[in-house]
């Protein structure tokens, strides 16, 4: 089993920034994709960006170049650093981890003003 908590989350105005952390815990050997995920109201979840454990990124389009996520794997920490946020980017945000299974955190709130 895995654990998964995010923090960071919260209201910042459009342009501002923002810095999501994930904990994971548990059996963590196994785990090789972290990420993190968005699901905004009336749409459905979608990928925001995921590192490997050897530290491949990758990142949906409309967050390429704003935001860059991290992993420190002797911590099992991945985070996402977010700049020049849209009001576009507000949802609630999910930290993933993946192996065989796939792990979910609780999610946190980003919601950017206009």
């Known amino acids: 089993q895995v654990q998964l908590v995010e923090s960071g989350g919260g209201l910042v105005q459009a342009g501002g920034s923002l810095r999501l952390s994930c904990a994971a815990s548990g059996i963590m050997y196994s785990i090789n994709v972290m990420g993190w995920y968005r699901q905004a109201p009336g749409k459905e979840r979608e990928m925001v960006a995921s590192?490997?454990?050897?530290?491949?990124?990758t990142y949906v389009d409309s967050v390429k170049g704003r935001f860059t996520i991290s992993r420190d794997n002797a911590k099992n920490t991945v985070d996402l650093q977010m700049t020049s946020l849209k009001p576009e980017d507000t949802a609630v945000y999910y930290c993933n981890a993946r192996s065989q299974w796939s792990y979910w955190g609780r999610g946190t709130q980003v919601t950017v003003s206009s």
């Open positions: 590192i490997t454990k050897g530290g491949l990124t």
